[in-house]
């Protein structure tokens, strides 16, 4: 046992017994101990590394209970008061306590530890083992010491050989940690054997990796050295490679391009990069690829248009029933074409219903201008990139929809359609709709210019025609360059003609069968009571369904007969049921996006404090709807009573379906005045209009599609605000002959007629 051994407190380094470093000491409490063993320890110093390295001052608790005795070779004084020493591990030993003396350093009593092994065979097959895979590990790895071979052939104590092996090779301080702390030296040999194996492992593995790597190197180098070769082999002979062959066809492409000087020599640049960049460069497939996009758009080539007046009318005609404001409007634009060939091509917008025909009709423009059709949705586009393209340095980068349609199309000329207009959308990645401007101006698109072709292209020859259901939902500054066409719902007779003139034959010449008779009571039959529509998508479908069913019973006669449309639909799905007359209950005409429809508006009283209820999905417009219309009737004192007392719910039925716009006024003032009187109000009766605080009613939005909504829903008698009287012009005269339509500009001529 050994007392009053000062210490060595080593945080970044671990002392092995047989091991001599040098340090270089700047803590004085370090110091103090260093001078402190050189005069009173017979230059003997205990060194010890903390448990816990990351601790600035460790306390006693955190010190170890192993550590090694050093021997102090040397110490020299530097100039900065630093000490340099020189010391060497000699022994193990077990701490058995820490403590301070009356100068503060801190000593330690020590006991060294021996260990008695019985088994000399095993430590001369270990010590023989160990010395074994050291000179294998030395061998492979060029980084090793070879004075250490000598120096172990010489060493014959496997517990000296096993200190001095951990010492020499590379593994972490944690590792060496616990080599330091393990006494027996038959189980420091083993845990060696088995280090130094995996060692040698991952020398072969890593070995073995550069080869393959420095072999796939030179078989690249080989073959590109080869190539070249061959290609100057080739030059001389006078043949072409693949590549050379590829590099002409874009240089004869850009001499039959006319484009002017400076584009030019851009794309002929990019083909001399093309042609001085190897295959193995990545760069080398983006240009391929730009070279392909730029010299094969149809920089130059242009369709000549159909400007024959009577027979694009008649092409017209043959596939869509009606429309004859845009039929007008095309032939507007091929009569000035005629005059004027530079004419830009109108932006038309058709605004309707699902299923009226509108992308249709698209492609019935085009085919009857003779022009190449391609269609572009952007229905939920949020990324401006879509349209206008991506750098060509992105990875998979291409150009824009635009673009793409033009190149596919193959002219310059073509009409593209852009559907869904009203449902881009605006977001954090952008605004679609900005871009779709630059497009659309025909005082900007002769210089378009797609992020990935990086040169202008001239939009102005192409035909854009936008689709949306909703004009409110178009963006106010792309809707100020359109010219809005609606294309409205079909009466049931409209949809009656539409299917026995477009619809029927079409469906006969698809299926290739010559002659199937539907009478018009069946067609009607599906119209009202299988369809709920503005279009007449869902009465194709069933059309269709009919049509195959007679094919695939086989049956002998060619008409479709009632008993076939219940047998093979079942029984009819919408039933236009005659709601009975309530108090409070009264129609008002609503636009939906899908058409013309009823809004049945109930309201009762109860008593109350003069609290408005209002339920089915009434938004905030419609909610000062009813507040005006309260207050009239109070100003008009149309009814005796007292507000103060009774509680008014007003609901709008068809929860589902938002209630947001401001043409609801006159029916809210039907309804209360209506509960209020105690009379009930006809249920054939409806009616569209705002109300103001004096009783004057504004004109509404969509009055053609109300009316044909009321007209399919059995309404005899409609109100409608005086404003609107110019759009009766718009309805079909079968309609307006089955309808009493009163025009009226205050409330009180409604009140006088109906109370």
Same mark, same amino acid.
């Given at each position: 046992?050994?007392?009053?051994?000062?210490?060595?407190?080593?945080?970044?380094?671990?002392?092995?017994?047989?091991?001599?470093?040098?340090?270089?000491? %700047?803590?004085?409490?370090?110091?103090?101990?260093?001078?402190?063993?050189?005069?009173?320890?017979?230059?003997?110093?205990?060194?010890?590394?903390?448990?816990?390295?990351?601790?600035?001052?460790?306390?006693?608790?955190?010190?170890?209970?192993?550590?090694?005795?050093?021997?102090?070779?040397?110490?020299?004084?530097?100039?900065? +008061?630093?000490?340099?020493?020189?010391?060497?591990?000699?022994?193990?030993?077990?701490?058995?306590?820490?403590?301070? %003396?009356?100068?503060?350093?801190?000593? +330690?009593?020590?006991?060294?530890?021996?260990?008695?092994?019985?088994?000399?065979?095993?430590?001369?097959?270990?010590?023989?083992?160990?010395? *074994?895979?050291?000179?294998?590990?030395?061998?492979?790895?060029?980084?090793?010491?070879?004075?250490?071979?000598?120096?172990?052939?010489?060493?014959?104590?496997?517990?000296?050989?096993?200190?001095?092996?951990?010492?020499?090779?590379?593994?972490?301080?944690?590792?060496?940690?616990?080599?330091?702390? =393990?006494?027996?030296?038959?189980?420091?040999?083993?845990?060696?054997?088995?280090?130094?194996?995996?060692?040698?492992?991952?020398?072969?593995?890593?070995?073995?990796?550069?080869?393959?790597?420095?072999?796939?190197?030179?078989?690249?180098?080989?073959?590109?050295?080869?190539?070249?070769?061959?290609?100057?082999?080739? %030059?001389?002979?006078?043949?072409?490679?693949?590549?050379?062959?590829?590099?002409?066809?874009? &240089?004869?492409?850009?001499?039959?391009?006319?484009?002017?000087?400076?584009?030019?020599?851009?794309?002929? /640049?990019?083909?001399?990069?093309?042609?001085?960049?190897?295959?193995?460069?990545?760069? @080398?497939?983006?240009?391929?690829?730009?070279?392909?996009?730029?010299?094969?758009?149809?920089?130059?080539?242009?369709?000549?248009?159909?400007?024959?007046?009577?027979?694009?009318?008649?092409?017209?005609?043959?596939?869509?029933?009606?429309?004859?404001?845009?039929?007008?409007?095309?032939?507007?634009?091929? !009569?000035?074409? &005629?005059?004027?060939?530079?004419?830009?091509?109108?932006?038309?917008?058709?605004?309707?219903?699902?299923?009226?025909?509108?992308?249709?009709?698209?492609?019935?423009? +085009?085919?009857?201008?003779?022009?190449?059709?391609?269609?572009?949705?952007?229905?939920?586009?949020?990324?401006?990139?879509?349209?206008?393209?991506?750098? &060509?340095?992105?990875?998979?980068?291409?150009?824009?929809?635009?673009?793409?349609?033009?190149?596919?199309?193959?002219?310059?000329?073509?009409?593209?359609?852009?559907?869904?207009?009203?449902?881009?959308?605006?977001?954090?990645?952008?605004?679609?709709?900005?871009?779709? /401007?630059?497009?659309?101006?025909? !005082?900007?698109?002769?210089?378009?210019?797609?992020?990935?072709?990086?040169?202008?292209?001239?939009?102005?020859?192409?035909?854009?025609?936008?689709?949306?259901?909703?004009?409110?939902?178009?963006?106010?500054?792309?809707?100020?360059?359109?010219?809005?066409?609606?294309?409205?719902?079909?009466?049931?007779?409209?949809?009656?003609?539409?299917?026995?003139?477009?619809?029927?034959?079409?469906?006969?010449?698809?299926?290739?069968?010559?002659?199937?008779?539907?009478? *018009?009571?069946?067609?009607?039959?599906?119209?009202?009571?299988?369809?709920?529509? $503005?279009?007449?998508?869902?009465? =194709?479908?069933?059309?269709?369904?009919?049509?195959?069913?007679?094919?695939?019973?086989?049956?002998?006669?060619?008409?479709?007969?009632?008993?076939?449309?219940?047998?093979?639909?079942?029984?009819?799905?919408?039933?236009?049921?005659?709601?009975?007359?309530?108090?409070?209950?009264?129609?008002?005409?609503?636009?939906?996006?899908?058409?013309?429809?009823?809004?049945?508006?109930?309201?009762?009283?109860?008593?109350?404090?003069?609290?408005?209820?209002?339920?089915?999905?009434?938004?905030?417009?419609?909610? =000062?709807?009813?507040?005006?219309?309260?207050?009239?009737?109070?100003?008009?004192?149309?009814?005796?009573?007292?507000?103060?007392?009774? *509680?008014?719910?007003?609901? $709008?039925?068809?929860?589902?379906?938002?209630? =947001?716009? @401001? !043409?609801?006024?006159? $029916?809210?003032?039907?309804?209360?005045?209506?509960?209020?009187?105690?009379?009930?109000?006809?249920?054939?009766?409806?009616?569209?209009?705002?109300?103001?605080?004096?009783?004057?009613?504004?004109?509404?939005?969509?009055?053609?599609?109300?009316?044909?909504?009321?007209?399919?829903?059995?309404?005899?008698?409609?109100?409608?605000?005086?404003?609107? !009287?110019?759009?009766?012009?718009?309805?079909?005269? @079968?309609?307006?002959?089955?309808?009493?339509?009163?025009?009226?500009?205050?409330?009180?001529?409604?009140?006088? &007629?109906?109370?």
């Amino acid at each position: 046992m050994i007392e009053n051994l000062p210490i060595l407190l080593l945080k970044k380094l671990i002392l092995l017994p047989n091991q001599e470093v040098r340090l270089e000491i %700047n803590n004085d409490v370090s110091k103090t101990a260093i001078d402190n063993a050189i005069n009173n320890s017979n230059d003997t110093i205990l060194v010890i590394s903390p448990i816990n390295t990351l601790e600035e001052k460790p306390s006693i608790s955190d010190l170890p209970n192993i550590g090694v005795i050093a021997k102090i070779k040397s110490k020299i004084k530097l100039p900065n +008061s630093d000490y340099r020493i020189v010391i060497k591990g000699l022994n193990r030993v077990k701490i058995l306590e820490y403590y301070q %003396n009356e100068t503060g350093i801190l000593k +330690s009593k020590i006991k060294r530890i021996y260990i008695n092994t019985s088994n000399n065979i095993k430590e001369v097959a270990l010590l023989r083992k160990l010395k *074994d895979l050291t000179h294998e590990y030395m061998l492979n790895n060029s980084e090793s010491d070879n004075m250490l071979s000598t120096t172990l052939d010489n060493i014959d104590d496997l517990d000296l050989l096993t200190d001095i092996i951990v010492s020499f090779l590379p593994m972490e301080k944690e590792k060496k940690l616990l080599y330091m702390n =393990e006494f027996d030296y038959i189980k420091r040999a083993e845990s060696l054997i088995k280090e130094i194996n995996i060692e040698l492992q991952i020398i072969e593995l890593d070995t073995k990796i550069n080869d393959e790597i420095r072999e796939n190197f030179e078989k690249e180098q080989k073959n590109i050295i080869l190539k070249e070769k061959i290609n100057k082999l080739n %030059n001389e002979l006078g043949i072409l490679t693949d590549k050379q062959l590829e590099i002409n066809r874009y &240089k004869e492409l850009l001499d039959d391009l006319v484009l002017p000087d400076k584009v030019k020599k851009k794309f002929m /640049l990019e083909i001399d990069r093309y042609e001085y960049t190897t295959d193995n460069n990545p760069d @080398s497939s983006v240009i391929r690829n730009y070279l392909e996009w730029v010299l094969n758009l149809p920089w130059n080539n242009y369709t000549k248009d159909e400007t024959n007046l009577t027979k694009i009318k008649n092409n017209l005609d043959k596939t869509h029933y009606g429309l004859e404001e845009i039929k007008t409007r095309i032939l507007e634009f091929v !009569s000035i074409k &005629k005059l004027n060939k530079n004419v830009s091509s109108p932006i038309l917008c058709l605004v309707g219903p699902p299923g009226v025909g509108k992308t249709t009709l698209g492609m019935s423009i +085009s085919a009857s201008l003779n022009r190449e059709f391609y269609k572009i949705s952007v229905g939920g586009l949020n990324e401006p990139s879509e349209l206008i393209g991506h750098r &060509k340095t992105f990875l998979g980068a291409s150009p824009g929809k635009i673009i793409q349609g033009i190149n596919k199309c193959g002219v310059k000329n073509p009409v593209i359609l852009i559907d869904e207009v009203d449902k881009m959308v605006n977001d954090f990645k952008g605004d679609p709709s900005s871009i779709l /401007l630059d497009i659309l101006d025909e !005082s900007q698109n002769n210089m378009f210019i797609d992020n990935y072709i990086e040169e202008p292209f001239d939009l102005s020859k192409v035909m854009f025609i936008l689709t949306a259901n909703n004009v409110e939902d178009i963006p106010t500054a792309l809707k100020d360059r359109l010219e809005i066409i609606e294309i409205n719902s079909y009466t049931e007779y409209e949809k009656l003609d539409i299917a026995k003139k477009y619809i029927i034959p079409d469906i006969l010449n698809k299926y290739g069968i010559k002659n199937i008779n539907i009478e *018009d009571d069946i067609i009607l039959e599906i119209i009202n009571n299988y369809t709920k529509e $503005a279009g007449v998508r869902e009465l =194709e479908r069933i059309l269709k369904r009919l049509i195959r069913n007679h094919c695939l019973e086989n049956k002998k006669t060619n008409t479709i007969t009632m008993d076939d449309l219940i047998k093979l639909l079942g029984l009819p799905k919408y039933i236009n049921s005659k709601i009975e007359n309530h108090l409070g209950v009264v129609n008002s005409l609503a636009w939906t996006p899908y058409g013309g429809n009823i809004q049945k508006i109930e309201c009762i009283s109860i008593n109350g404090t003069g609290n408005i209820i209002t339920t089915g999905n009434i938004e905030k417009i419609l909610e =000062e709807s009813i507040k005006i219309a309260i207050s009239y009737i109070k100003s008009m004192k149309y009814v005796k009573c007292n507000f103060n007392e009774i *509680d008014l719910h007003i609901n $709008a039925l068809n929860a589902g379906i938002k209630k =947001e716009g @401001s !043409s609801g006024g006159i $029916a809210i003032t039907t309804a209360i005045i209506s509960i209020l009187k105690g009379k009930m109000i006809d249920s054939s009766i409806a009616m569209t209009g705002e109300i103001t605080l004096n009783g004057d009613i504004l004109g509404v939005g969509g009055i053609k599609e109300k009316i044909i909504g009321a007209y399919n829903n059995d309404i005899k008698t409609i109100f409608i605000p005086f404003d609107n !009287s110019n759009d009766l012009s718009n309805i079909p005269e @079968s309609i307006k002959n089955k309808l009493e339509i009163i025009l009226v500009k205050n409330y009180k001529e409604i009140y006088d &007629k109906l109370f």
